[in-house]
């Protein structure tokens, strides 16, 4: 079997090297991807996401044991976890941890910035539809922080889970616009400690900020209290997450949500690779050198600049045309 064949069987030890290979975004990955990606699109990919501290590794792990309960395979990507870890301890001694640590239908990883070149953003999209070609039902991607991390995981994912806990209440008024537009399920975590119910209170406030999600005013971001130390609420969690998707799909939503991340996808790679090949470029040919320093002399502005090289596309473009027609004729 083919590294190929063996990540489509599930095999853990081969998606792992293509993870960490894509961690390091190791040139070869880029053939691996081309190769997985007819594969991909089977996945439930789902964003757990809030401030630090708030449960999301805990919550993760339960929710990870309880769709396992529902016969369901999980792949969970930590990205850029604050602590570090080394094997089951990124998601908490637990018992819980120790249970999935044990189960080949869970794969486990953690993703970190440190020495990824083309952007987190691209290795954990990469990594995800790994998992997903590796036959996971859910990936569960666990991201710190909202709207202000590397990874725009409401971009990536098809449910988002905000997680928050008591005590967090100012903290949503800051920053309860941006939040309300990305999050499907609302979390209050932590509900064995006191003021769960003041933030459950305080989150339906800002509730009204959901009108604003564009062609998804239908769903109401349910809030659900939970606590990973006794159980609380993570049956209801699951549920809501399985609600959502049948959700997305029944309206849809679905479809449109893959087409924009795949957009976005390859813009990032565009832009990317157009950076690469640039300068790549000023380094072999004098003119082009010269060119550009005319930007740093004063001589010429960054934006004309720039327009000049949509042009010179758009003229190209348009030879090509020509002389397709002419073949045609
Ligand atoms: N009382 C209580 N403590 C909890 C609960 N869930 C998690 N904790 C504790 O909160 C702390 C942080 O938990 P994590 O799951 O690591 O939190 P996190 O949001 O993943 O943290 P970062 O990844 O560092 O942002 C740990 O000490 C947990 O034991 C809960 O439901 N109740
Ligand atoms: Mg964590």
Redesign the pocket.
Known sequence: MNLFEKIKAGDICSIARLISKVERRDPEVIKAIKEIYPHCGNAHLIGIT???????????SELAGKFREKNRTVGIL?VD???PFSGGAL??D?ARMIELAGDKDVFIRSLASRGASGGLSAAVSDAADILDMSGKDLVLI?T?GVGQGEVDIARLAHTVLL?L?PGYGDALQAMKAGIMEIADILIV?????SGADEAVAELSTVQGFQGMREGQDKWVAPIIK?????G?GIEDIAGAVLKHFEYVKEQGFLRKKNRDRRTNQFLDIFTQQIRDEFMRLVKVDAGIQRWVDKIGDLELDPYSASEQVIELLRNAREQERDSRKRTRK
């Open positions: 809030g401030p630090p501290g708030v449960g999301k590794s805990c919550l993760v930590a976890p604050s602590s998601l908490g637990r666990e710190v997680v806990m975590n932590k509900a064995d400690l939970s606590s990973t130390l006794d609380e």
